[in-house]
């Protein structure tokens, strides 16, 4: 094994082993930055004892020769990435996520205590659970634990930005997010060394996804993407090196194992891996039937199996843990096709899947191979059929969302004010999506290249090929449960996206001689830099000088906060990071005149000092006493209608929407105003 690929080896290991000691952790409410890192450390290097004993590694370390090219490319991507933001504004996963990171060195745990509950009498409680749902916030209550909260989402992305913050202090853990960013482009770069004999088409790989707005705006902005995207390409790549470059069976098993464990951290990145089932069964089929060497056989029944084991655990963990995430996310997905017994029908039909699988392999095996063999000689007709069925699928939602009456099958209102535009209603489709992020050029070198290697016989561009199909049917079944594109852009980066530009890399070696392909790679290069030079105006988020204000004028010790909920701003975006990531206790009132109740007043008793938040300037009341005046903004890139609505007093930097990616491609940066006054509560005077 190469010094090179055990030392990367190694780092993966290192990163599995982190990711999945702190997923156990919060399980049992154990969790903490320092005691995640030293039981990872200490579970590695006894890995690393018993890998380099069997591997029987002796051999001096020779010196890597640094890979300049690669190296710049790498700067070129960190450079776009730098300063990712802080995003404290709750209402959306962004904010959450955050939130989440720091409610998990806090408690240790997925669980967050209310600390308000235990102090108030019935009265108290019955105002406080009208007023303050915490699902607004995107916070529910415990279905399994009284007077207790939980963020409902994916966990192991947080508990990264939690050790960030432990390692680079409590604003910079949103750096995890460009880690595994960076580290996604090091690892396409080497997976597309193994998919292509051409010397450079790897960097062409890594350097279209270094300088991808979608994966720029993404590396920045703490959602989970990118950090699927790193485990997904890693597990894939894995995988394909057991297969090719393993000299010894110890070195494939090893390869294989670092793979399914990868899988493993993804499964915990977010619970997508479901729709990977698919597609691991389609390829152990045709592995299966394509190896010869028994060895070979028994190694792909054996990593498919952990596999598939370890995405059972994974949901199994939700279930137990955060049923709060499991029961919803999958009921959107099946029940409405369904029914009720969504569970037991997608169970027998996982179970019906793996037992024909077997009793393929075990009895269909020469009908199997023919057609196999066929499809192959068929290379052609599949990639014909499937673009058919995209152009087909794209069609089919122009027609219902551009021209009929009603796209009344769209979730949310805002999908639906945007129906019946004819024409117009293209740039909301899936296909448009990808030719908004490969660009214009990219998506006609891509067409150039399915027109190249028609005629390849590619086994690896086949399997990219329907891997991409599979998810492009998926994003186009998805597209009417999403608010916005922004929501349905992400769905693009972890799959479909890097599928596209692997596939482009792979056609190189075929198109690159060709004048048009030169032309057309360097006007996406330029049109990609361009649109990822505009995310670089500001970052996004609200300013973090709002909340040091807030920290200078009340002092969290033993004082309340009575927020006004009659603005949607104060109540969800503002108030979230003031209780979730400074650890205020907020009441949520309906009102501002609310918080002269009675039994509110008897809060009084409790706490030292009781404030108000609220946006309305309050006069004439002697019960309030004016301590501050803040003023709170928050900026975003414009890519969606709500942007204009959501937010007040709005200023821009940058170029207004133009025409053809308008609400579409950000291209410019807004900055909203509010003014938020601080009451200090006198209760005493009459």
């Known amino acids: 094994m190469r010094i090179f690929h055990i030392r990367l080896s190694s780092i993966i290991l290192l990163i599995n082993i982190v990711s999945l000691t702190g997923?156990?952790?919060?399980?049992?409410?154990?969790?903490?930055?320092?005691?995640?890192?030293?039981?990872?450390?200490?579970i590695w290097l006894i890995s690393c004892f018993l890998i380099r004993r069997f591997l029987n590694i002796n051999k001096p370390v020779k010196k890597v020769k640094f890979n300049y090219y690669l190296l710049i490319i790498l700067f070129i991507g960190f450079l776009f990435r730098l300063n990712p933001s802080i995003y404290l504004s709750g209402a959306q996963d962004q904010g959450l996520y955050i939130s989440m990171s720091h409610q998990f060195e806090k408690n240790g745990s997925l669980d967050i205590p209310d600390t308000l509950m235990p102090n108030m009498n019935e009265s108290q409680l019955e105002i406080y659970e009208?007023?303050?749902?915490?699902?607004?916030?995107?916070?529910?209550?415990?279905?399994?634990?009284?007077?207790?909260?939980?963020?409902?989402?994916?966990?192991?992305?947080?508990?990264?930005?939690?050790?960030?913050?432990?390692?680079?202090g409590d604003l910079n853990r949103s750096y995890s997010i460009v880690f595994f960013s960076i580290m996604s482009i090091f690892i396409l770069y080497k997976l597309t060394t193994l998919l292509t004999k051409d010397q450079t088409a790897p960097y062409l790989a890594a350097l279209l996804l270094a300088i991808n707005p979608l994966h720029v705006f993404l590396s920045k902005f703490p959602v989970t993407e990118n950090v699927a995207l790193f485990f997904s390409l890693t597990g894939f790549y894995y995988f394909l090196l057991a297969l090719k470059k393993s000299t010894s069976k110890y070195e494939y098993y090893l390869n294989l194992t670092i793979s399914a464990l990868t899988f493993f951290s993804f499964f915990f990145v977010r619970m997508s891996g479901f729709l990977y089932i698919p597609f691991f069964l389609l390829l152990l089929t045709v592995l299966y039937l394509s190896v010869k060497n028994q060895f070979n056989r028994k190694g792909l029944i054996f990593y498919f199996s952990v596999v598939f084991t370890f995405l059972a655990l994974s949901n199994l963990y939700f279930l137990i843990y955060l049923p709060e995430l499991f029961f919803p996310l999958y009921e959107t997905f099946f029940y409405p096709i369904l029914g009720n017994n969504w569970i037991q029908i997608v169970s027998l039909l996982i179970i019906s899947l793996l037992i024909s699988f077997l009793i393929t392999i075990k009895y269909l095996k020469k009908p199997i191979a023919l057609f196999l063999a066929f499809l192959k000689v068929r290379y052609k007709l599949i990639i014909i059929c499937g673009s058919i069925l995209v152009i087909g699928i794209s069609f089919y939602q122009l027609y219902k969302l551009g021209y009929s009456e009603n796209y009344s099958n769209f979730v949310f209102p805002a999908i639906q004010q945007i129906g019946q535009e004819g024409l117009k209603s293209l740039r909301f489709l899936p296909l448009y999506t990808i030719l908004l992020y490969l660009s214009p050029f990219g998506f006609l070198l891509l067409l150039f290249s399915f027109w190249k290697m028609l005629k390849s016989n590619n086994k690896e561009f086949l399997f990219i090929y329907i891997f991409t199909l599979i998810f492009f049917i998926v994003n186009s079944v998805l597209f009417k449960y999403v608010q916005y594109h922004y929501y349905y852009a992400r769905y693009y980066m972890t799959e479909i996206i890097p599928s596209l530009i692997i596939m482009i890399a792979i056609s190189w070696e075929y198109i690159k001689n060709t004048l048009f392909s030169r032309i057309l790679i360097t006007a996406s290069c330029c049109y990609l830099i361009f649109f990822s030079l505009i995310l670089t105006i500001g970052v996004e988020g609200s300013r973090v000088s709002f909340f040091n204000s807030l920290r200078d004028t009340i002092d969290y010790n033993n004082n309340l906060i009575l927020v006004d909920g009659s603005n949607i701003i104060v109540r969800i975006v503002v108030t979230t990071p003031i209780r979730y990531f400074y650890d205020y206790r907020t009441f949520l009132v309906s009102d501002f005149e609310e918080v002269f109740d009675p039994e509110l007043e008897t809060l009084k008793r409790i706490y030292k000092n009781i404030y108000l938040l609220s946006e309305n300037v309050i006069e004439n009341n002697p019960k309030l006493i004016l301590v501050n005046k803040l003023s709170f903004e928050h900026s975003f890139y414009t890519n969606g209608t709500h942007t204009y609505n959501f937010f007040p007093n709005l200023s821009y930097t940058g170029i207004r929407p133009v025409s053809y990616s308008k609400y579409l491609a950000p291209t410019s940066y807004a900055t909203s105003h509010l003014s938020i006054y601080i009451y200090k509560l006198n209760y005493d005077i009459e």
């Not at 997923?23 to 450390?41: E, G, M, P, R």
């Not at 607004?136 to 930005?161: C, D, I």
């Open 23 to 42: 997923i156990s952790l919060l399980a049992i409410s154990k969790f903490s930055s320092t005691l995640c890192l030293l039981t990872s450390l200490i």
């Open 130 to 168: 009208k007023y303050n749902p915490p699902s607004a916030m995107g916070v529910s209550r415990s279905w399994t634990k009284n007077q207790t909260e939980v963020m409902p989402f994916y966990p192991l992305h947080p508990m990264w930005m939690s050790l960030f913050a432990y390692m680079m």
